[in-house]
T-cell receptor, first 115, second 109 residues
Framework: NAGVTQTPKFQVLKTGQSMTLQCAQD?????MYWYRQDPGMGLRLIYY???????DKGEVPNGYNVSRLNKREFSLRLESAAPSQTSVYFC??????????????FGPGTRLTVL | DAKTTQPTSMDCAEGRAANLPCNHS???????VYWYRQIHSQGPQYIIH???NNETNEMASLIITEDRKSSTLILPHATLRDTAVYYC??????????FGDGTTLTVKP
């Protein structure tokens, strides 16, 4: 049982390049999330998927797109990377976002640098 | 969503109890208090949560005041491995959690 896995672990991009961050969970969770964490800051929600087939914007969605490929996988795409998107990206999953007692489980993160 | 306020940093001696406070004065009646921690830029790790009763698990204890406007996370015997950023979050019913800047706990030998 691997929990939440993310690929790649590290990535360096040039301004304007595109890339997709992959996330998968094996806990049969319904909900999945993407956060970013800038140095010395807390986590900010980019997008979330309450259940398979649905996605919604979080606090900071500009410059990103997401795809909930199936129940297990939730990807984050940067279409045209900018230096302001240099950050650590965390994926998380939870059993069911509608419940008040929904615990989130996080992946190890992807460290992205945009030059 | 209810906002939380935590001290920026705290120190604790190894082997002593670490008491981390959190204020959440605008919490609603059905909102839970959650605590997570993040060790050295790893993914955040769930610690404990509660509604109005005190809670304890193998990692920590959570004390919530009777008016629910504040809470305290207690690590009973802090070790060097407990050095981390601790986040107090008020969980709205809709599933989106807002992580603030948290408290950086440094456990010293």
């Amino acid at each position: 049982n691997a929990g939440v896995t993310q690929t790649p672990k590290f990535q360096v991009l040039k301004t304007g390049q595109s890339m997709t961050l992959q996330c998968a969970q094996d806990m049969n969770h319904n909900s999945m999330y993407w956060y970013r964490q800038d140095p010395g800051m807390g986590l900010r929600l980019i997008y979330y998927s309450a259940s398979e087939g649905t996605t919604d914007k979080g606090e900071v969605p500009n410059g990103y797109n997401v795809s909930r490929l199936n129940k297990r996988e939730f990807s984050l795409r940067l279409e045209s990377a900018a230096p302001s998107q240099t950050s650590v990206y965390f994926c998380a999953s939870s059993e069911a976002w509608r419940t008040s007692t929904d615990t989130q489980y996080f992946g190890p993160g992807t460290r992205l640098t945009v030059l | 969503d209810a906002k939380t306020t935590q001290p920026t940093s705290m120190d604790c001696a190894e082997g002593r109890a670490a008491n981390l406070p959190c204020n959440h004065s605008t919490i609603s009646g059905n909102e839970y208090v959650y605590w997570y921690r993040q060790i050295h830029s790893q993914g955040p790790q769930y610690i404990i949560h509660g509604l109005k009763n005190n809670e304890t698990n193998e990692m920590a204890s959570l004390i919530i005041t009777e008016d629910r406007k504040s809470s305290t996370l207690i690590l009973p015997h802090a070790t060097l491995r407990d050095t981390a950023v601790y986040y107090c979050i008020v969980r709205p019913g809709a599933g989106k959690s807002t992580f603030g800047d948290g408290t950086t706990l440094t456990v010293k030998p």
